[in-house]
């Protein structure tokens, strides 16, 4: 299902269930239009995007979850075909990007947690964790939340990361990319491509 990606080495990449605004932070990076819009599940390959004469591309790969319309087995391809392609190309990942909708996370997590169950944001979050690319939690839509710190928290703890949130600004950062909010991804994703002395190659951040 998925496009052979462009000729350059190095990629950040961008996963997030459908609908948390991916395609809108994609589009407030690079400053170009994408197909972002109501409509969940627009986004069903990864897009590349590169940067004229920098060694890299961001990745935006398709949302997944709940999608109106999507079958339950192609809803499930989906979220394989992602964790295909991070486990081929995990050598190259510089830095994963785990984008969440602030105002509906916590809900959608304790809906989906049980005894048998882990929740797909959560579940990638560890699969990241595993393959060893270091990943930013960009909690997006921040603007529609109005207890910032103790939703923050709630988040935090759901990811295993004991609060407060405040001590895990490396990982988890609250955005509103619709307002053009993402200083804190920038900072995050940063220190992370410092830490892997790869700051040289990703110049944006
Ligand atoms: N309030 C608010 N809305 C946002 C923000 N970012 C995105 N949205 C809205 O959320 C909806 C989904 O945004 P998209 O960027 O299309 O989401 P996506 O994650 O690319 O969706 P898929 O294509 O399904 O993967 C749109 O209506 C956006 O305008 C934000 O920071 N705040």
Redesign the pocket.
Known sequence: MFETRPDRKHEVALL??????????MREITGHT??????????RKPNHYDWAGEDFVIT?L??FGF?KGTPEDVREQIKTDIVHYVESNADNILAGVL?LDGKAAVDIIDRHSGPDEIPHTVELYHFLQDVEIPTVIAV?????VDDRDGRLDEISERFGLVPPWKQWQDTIAP?????GNIDTLNDAVRTHLHAAKRDDLFQFF
């Open positions: 997030g269930r459908s609908n948390v605004g991916k395609s809108t932070l994408f197909d972002t819009g109501q409509r969940p599940g627009v986004t935006d398709p949302g999608m984008v997006n839509k921040m603007d529609k955005i509103s990319a619709k307002r």
